[in-house]
């Protein structure tokens, strides 16, 4: 995000002739407030829904039919900066108030959660990110800006970019997994695809990369809980991502809700001014995650609302979401100076600056043909980008003997109720998507000319219908069942401490296996499961996650060959819970797992994943051979040969890892340093090349300084964090 030398002057110009109050108010975020239409508080109905005394179906109609205040009176008054609504019409009805009839004349930057797609839902990031394709990252954060900004919407809460190793959190299905260079790849894709299409102000919104910083690493995989941990895990692990978004550009930022070392991130000083805005060169600005600031109250730092505001302010903090407390206390504290007018300046300078980059000071509406455009449907290369994630985000885990693909002649018996919902196919975060465009697995399956039997039997809540079951595998060749969660099982508030499959679901796949037909588990999740039982006696399974609106179409071509899986995993899944958190990058330990006793192990399980980071199958397979590498410059160069082995084209997805094999700090065992993805035919091979510049084998120490060391370090090329070719080679710098 840069601004021209005349746009930097309107913004002081324009920052020149406002009030203090006209400033904080461009501080403070409103979202519709429920103002009435049911009987209860709107707190009270929140619990409801969470113990279940009303279903989510209820909860929708009673707040599509609730009144809405959409602060149409403080827009007027200069009081509100940003608002948080998805409707076009409504929004250029408030653009136009704050245009028109406020004293400036300033536009609203309007946010919305845009997670993973708008109306195209793509799959989850989780899965997106088993792509390894960074092509297919930008093209689809390129459809949601051009989506969004159709429903005038100027600012996705997006990407998520939160490294995530513990599966019991539920909100692992919102972003690109464990891994730090992945995570870096995929934050830098994402905000090429918001922000940097400016052939027209429609096409390009502000990104807003989150959440700053470590959430991910919350203690026990409990949501909001608190982290702590050593600087160098910090800048090693949990910074990268945002610090490659920062380089790319990316235009502001939300800070995360937990605390870390102690301060919570709202009111975090060294996070946000030291490291986001001072080291990593933010130009735009942050905004606090959802009632943030108030929740430093109970965070137990600040002794109240006005105490907390200030806190924020002075950390740094540019923009209130949803809490009134700069409005409510920051004129006072300013005119008594405990808040500098310098500090509410450069807030305000930088929410300016991201106005005026995205256009909004010309044209903050959306034509009412492009509304109209959007009412008949959604276009064909929309619906054909959701296909295309859909496909390449699914990870064959498992295909013993070359149970999959199916053929179109097999009589398949079709199991679960997650296999006919069209609801349950998007996943967390989907917020705009229209049961017309979603395709279930049965409609995949059908329309895909399947010979298909469908029979419910139950899913992840509720009961199973064993009878069911029993006639499902009576009159089948080969039995499909959809197993996982539901969208709400996973996203925000969602952590399990078990992360088996829910319910009864194992019981229905016990049963179906006792038939002695084959059986397929289609897994539709959110989160790395513990898989440790299925591994063992189901013979195919595809993770296929939730994938968007296209889920079904993806999944059936996958079942029937129309498409050769080419996932690999984002993250480590687990045999059992126990073993979370869990991820292939661990530093080395002084007695590394082994089947002997005094080592880092477990009595009851294996120390290590079931099914690694990287890990995938294809209906092909692959050989790799002739590694070689050779120092170049000031870069390594390695080449290796991948052969398509097998019988069908296929796409491999080669990774290049790296081992500091002596350090001044304990390395990780591996560290994942490129990636790429190679198409070939059966037969056909490749030499592809990998070009490592030296200082990319670095790592930050404990003061956050990034160290290279002389010494000997081990490289692997391979199909999975696991497996591979290796080469020793020893450095000087
Ligand atoms: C809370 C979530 O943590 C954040 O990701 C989201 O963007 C905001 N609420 C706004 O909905």
Redesign the pocket.
Known sequence: MTLTQEQKQFVEDLLGRMTLEEKIGQMNQESPSIVGGFDVPFSELIEMLTDGRISQEEFGRIMASAKQDLHEDDIRAGRVGSM?VNDPRQNNTLQKIAMEESRLGIPLIIGF?VIHGFRSVFPIAIAEACSFDDDLFESTAHMAAVESRAHGINWN?AP?IDAARDSRWGRVSEGPGEDPLLGSRFARAKIRGLQNDHSSPLNYVAACT??FVAYGACESGRDYNTTSMSVSQLYNVYLPAFRAAMEEGAATV?AA?NDLNGVPCTVNRHLLRDILKGEFGLEGFVVS??NAIRECVSHGIAEDERDAGVQAALAGMDMD?GTHIYLEHLKAEAEKGTVPMEVIDEAVRRILSVKVWLGLFEDPFVPEELIAAYEKGLPEAHVGLCRRAANESMVLLKNDNHLLPLSRGQKISLVGNLADNPDEVCGAWAMAWKREDCVSVRAGLEAAGAQVSYYPCGGPEGEIDLEEADRACENADVIVAVVGETDAMSG?ASSRTDTTLPGRQRELLERLLRSGKPVVAVLMNGRPLALGWEAEHVPAILEAWHLGIRMGDAVAAALLGDVNPSGKLSSSFPYVTGQCPLYYNHPSTGRPGSKSKFTSRYLDAPWDALYPFGHGLSYTSFAYDDMQVHKIGQCLEFTVRIRNTGERAGTEIAQLYMQDVSASLVRPVRELKDYRRVELKPGEEKKITFVLPLDALGFYDNEGKYRLEDGLFRFTIGPSSREGLSKELRLTF
Do not use: G, Q, R
Request: proline share 0%; net charge negative; no cysteine.
């Open positions: 948080m959660d809460f998520m989150k959440h939300m809700f995650d959802a979401m925000e």
